[in-house]
């Protein structure tokens, strides 16, 4: 079997007195699919925000491709370049285009050209049925496109690992599938 993409051991982290994740394990093979379920408050958002160093662990370790990232000497911004995350609130920023939104990443972190980004970005867009929003801004679409938005950007680069907190959560019930389709 390969060598995992992200793995979790025994990943603690506290806020205050409550201790939201109690000595995790979690191993990810390339091109496995995991599904965290569990209730509200009960740790899954962290767990991602940890593996993309958003949150520090308070003990444990999370090896991304074999790399401890909880090291503190570790770059953060090099590893998060080669994680793409869609969060349940989609981040996108108000004062860009949606094109200038999933392509902010690929021009100024990965150092891809403008015109290629450009083109890869529209080609992610009309994917998804939003060829027609590359040049509206965020508040001018619905929470399912600003969510479609959010995925494309994610992956537009390519990464290795991506962490998806509740995709779908705000997409109508004939999107589902195309959503799903596109992140496969």
Do not use: C, W
């Not at 793409?84 to 285009?97: A, C, E, K, R, S």
């Not at 969510?147 to 680069?157: D, E, G, L, N």
């Amino acid at each position: 079997m390969t060598a995992p993409v992200i793995e979790a051991i025994g990943v603690r982290k506290r806020f205050g007195d409550h201790d939201v994740l109690r000595g995790v394990d979690l191993v990810v093979h390339p091109h496995e699919v995991v599904v965290l379920i569990g209730a509200s408050g009960s740790g899954k958002s962290t767990l991602l925000r940890t593996m993309n160093l958003i949150e520090r662990v308070d003990d444990g370790q999370i090896l991304l491709a074999g790399t401890d990232i909880t090291d503190p000497r570790i770059d953060a911004d090099a590893t998060r370049a080669r994680i793409g995350v869609v969060f349940q609130h989609f981040n996108l920023f108000p004062h860009l285009t949606v094109l200038d939104n999933v392509t902010l990443a690929a021009r100024r972190v990965h150092r891809t050209p403008r015109a290629v980004a450009a083109q890869r970005g529209r080609d992610l867009l009309s994917a998804l049925g939003l060829g027609d929003k590359a040049d509206a801004y965020p508040d001018r679409l619905s929470g399912g496109q600003q969510q479609r938005v959010a995925i494309v950007r994610a992956i537009m680069t390519e990464p290795e690992l991506l962490l998806l907190d509740e995709i779908t959560s705000a997409l109508d019930p004939q999107l589902v599938g195309e959503v799903l389709d596109l992140v496969r």
